[in-house]
């Protein structure tokens, strides 16, 4: 049974830091690449930052980049992102996506296109940043 769990998420005051974590379990993850998205109420579900698994190279979203980091444990198969200088909107529900790939590309009009394979999602976890 493919499972993803999130944790880590919470309240802090702006300009303060949270660290999430995500595990996932139920088969084989070591060539999975691994991400975050957000949505926060009243939008759509965005992509936050993701990490390959092969070279752990990592991709960010323009409003987090120096920011946040994304890290990732194969051993645990555990993926995390350590939020610093948090703003009042990042506010948001974080999922967890555990899949076969991640891609993430820029169009021609410097668009961040996402596109997700087999993707498996945890529940989502809240973090709400006060200001």
């Known amino acids: 049974q493919v499972q993803v769990i999130e944790s880590g998420g919470g309240l802090v005051q702006a300009g303060g830091s949270l660290r999430l974590s995500c595990e996932a379990s139920?088969?084989?993850?070591?060539?999975?690449?691994m991400g975050w998205f957000r949505q926060a109420l009243g939008k759509e579900r965005e992509f936050v930052a993701s990490?390959?698994?092969?070279?752990?190279?990592?991709n960010y979203a323009d409003s987090v980049k120096g920011r946040f980091a994304i890290s990732r444990d194969n051993a645990k198969n555990t993926v995390y992102l350590q939020m610093n200088s948090l703003k009042p909107e990042d506010t948001a529900v974080y999922y967890c996506?555990?899949?076969?790939?991640?891609?993430?590309?820029?169009?021609?009009?410097?668009?961040?296109?996402?596109?997700?394979?087999?993707?498996?999602w945890g529940q989502g976890i809240q973090v709400t940043v006060s200001s």
């Open positions: 139920g088969r084989n993850w070591s060539h999975a690449d």
């Open positions: 996506a555990v899949a076969d790939s991640i891609v993430v590309s820029t169009t021609t009009y410097n668009i961040t296109v996402v596109t997700t394979t087999n993707a498996n």
């Open positions: 990490v390959k698994y092969n070279s752990g190279s990592a």
